[in-house]
């Protein structure tokens, strides 16, 4: 049992102002696996009046402090890799291979990436007679979702740090286990009192509490659609800059010339990772309309393929988060149902064998409609729709019509079409061919948000632009 019962505020571990615990359910066992303690307003305010004391002496520190800071939490983050896969898997029920793998790489990329960009990051430049300066915000309110809680966490707040801001982290309450291991990774690194605080808690007390804050000058939030919304609203009389990354329905388009089975596959494959619980997944699978069949036979077996059951063994997919989330999933599959889909993998209930525990059958429906709401509605499980497609201009419109503009997906085999498909995609990000890059800035359009995160431009998030008018250049030696 686990008992994280502190909050880290001003460089310590503090107990809350009040006494509230809250349980965290294990999803794969529906059991208890520990208590974590729940911070209120009053524990909101000293951490943002600690960040704020820090911010004078942190904002100040050089190109050169910030590097050996993040340095030392990289030394740190390293020693506790194994911990906070552990930590991922018990929380959110990620298996074992996924969570020690790429849920802790990409935390430990996040900080490469932000120690390479740090080395050579712009923070002022000269025009004319007019410096312009990149200056640090202030105080960062970081609120992150458990779906990837690691690359949430270090995604934020590694480009606030290394741009010299002073943050309070609020973690989602059911991934609290890995947060709070990396406050103690931050503690451990010797980051300085006050520059990094972190608040365990419910998001409409400490969320709410720290997107109202008068000191607080910026509200990163990654989330749902609804608590983006909410916590911009919130964040408006304080005029705070509000930086959301939100949910998606993104497209994978497969194009005609690729090989369809083995693509269509893939996609399949990668809807599942996670427990389909990825803001970016590629949840329309557009396939031309003339290959549905062959489309279906290969996302079938893609599916029955997909292993799952506990976490802690080799299986490819363990629960989902929550119960919660496991009864708004089931909505989905029979709204799925209901509205005509053609179910061809997966369906209502648990797979069989699996009596206990919020696990999904990986799920496919094929032969769905763009109108229909399973292809309109983030489900945020693993579920992936069908869609076929007569021809590229119908492709495109497709994957554009949606009120989401987070990610995209174009495979196929002239490299020259899957660039011009991708380029008329209204999103914020495109992978084409399975393209990744730690320096690609990520973050969406539409009701996916306004944030960019990842690389260079993550550190735009967190600085002020400032002109300084007559800094005249020092004349050439
Ligand atoms: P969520 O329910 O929106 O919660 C996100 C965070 O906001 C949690 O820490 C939550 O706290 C907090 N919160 C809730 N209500 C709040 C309020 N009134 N004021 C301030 N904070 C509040 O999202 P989730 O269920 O954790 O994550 C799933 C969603 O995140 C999906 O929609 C997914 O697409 C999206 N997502 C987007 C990206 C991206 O980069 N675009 C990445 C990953 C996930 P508690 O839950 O602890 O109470
Ligand atoms: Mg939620």
Known sequence: MREYLKLYIDGQWVSPSDSKTAEVINPATEEVSGRIALGNV???????????????????????????????????????????????????????????????????????????????????????????????????????????????????????????????????????????????????????????????????????????????????????????????????????????ELGGKSAFIVLDDAKLAENVAGATGGMMVNSGQTCSAGSRLLVPKARMAEAIEAARAAAAAVTVGDPNTAVAMGPVVSKGQYNEIQKYIQIGIDEGAQLIAGGIGRPDGLSKGWFVKPTVFANVRNDMRVAREEIFGPVLVIIGYDNIDDAVAIANDSDFGLAGYVNGADAKACNAVAKRLRTGWVSINGGFDFNAPFGGIKKSGNGREWGEFGFHEYVEIKSLLGFAPAPAA
């Not at 552990?86 to 430990?108: K, N, R, S, W, Y």
Request: aromatic share 6%; proline share 4%.
């Open 42 to 244: 009053a524990d909101v305010d000293r951490a943002v009046k600690a960040a704020s004391r820090a911010f004078d002496s942190w904002s100040q520190t050089s190109r050169k402090q910030r590097i050996e800071l993040l340095e030392s939490i990289q030394a740190e983050y390293a020693k506790r890799k194994a911990d906070i896969g552990a930590a991922i898997t018990e929380e959110m029920g990620a298996p074992t291979g996924l969570a020690q793998g790429f849920h802790v790489d990409l935390g430990a990329g996040h900080l490469a990436t932000a120690i390479e960009i740090l080395k050579e990051f712009k923070f002022e430049e000269q025009r004319g007679a007019t410096l312009i300066s990149k200056d640090p915000i202030g105080v960062c309110a970081l609120i992150t979702p458990w779906n990837w809680p690691m690359n949430q966490v270090t995604v934020k707040v590694f480009p606030a740090l290394a741009t010299g801001n002073t943050m309070v982290l609020k973690p989602p309450q059911l991934a609290s286990y890995s947060a709070q291991i990396f406050a103690e990774v931050m503690h451990a690194a010797g980051v300085p009192k006050g520059v990094f605080n972190m608040i365990h808690g419910s998001g409409s007390v400490v969320g709410a509490a720290l997107s109202t804050h008068p000191q607080v000058d910026l509200v990163s939030i990654t989330g749902s659609e609804t608590v983006g919304i909410e916590i911009a609203k919130s964040a408006a009389n304080t005029v705070k800059r509000v930086c959301q």
